[in-house]
């Protein structure tokens, strides 16, 4: 039974750190589309580009919730995350509106 047990424990801890690394990837995934949109002379591109940056951040906040207090990288995916949110909302220049719904 102890076995068992540990092996439960260190399935859970692997899934945490999997997620942690999910959302790690939506955010980092944000922030190049934002670069994308800064650096596009095609504003279509751009629009949809932000669209896309919009979308990695609601993603992650989705599975953010998930992670525990003592997932790895917990800390570079609050800053990744306030980062991105931050930069959406320079780029969109909706400081309250934006900052409801991110």
């Known amino acids: 039974m102890e076995r068992t047990a540990a ?3 260190i399935t859970l801890a692997k899934a945490q750190q999997a997620l942690a690394a999910c959302v790690l990837t939506d955010l980092e995934l944000g922030l190049t589309f934002l670069d994308v949109a800064v650096n596009s002379t095609d504003r279509k591109r751009a629009q ?3 669209r896309h940056a919009i979308a ?3 993603s992650a906040n989705r599975c953010y919730p998930k992670l525990q207090h003592g997932a790895a990288n917990l ?3 609050r800053q990744r995350r306030e980062q991105l949110a931050q930069r959406l909302r320079l780029i969109l220049g909706v400081e ?3 900052r409801s719904e991110l």
């Open 56 to 58: 990695a951040l609601r």
């Open 96 to 98: 309250e509106t934006l």
């Open 7 to 9: 092996n439960i424990a």
């Open 48 to 50: 949809r580009s932000v």
């Open 75 to 77: 800390d570079a995916i």
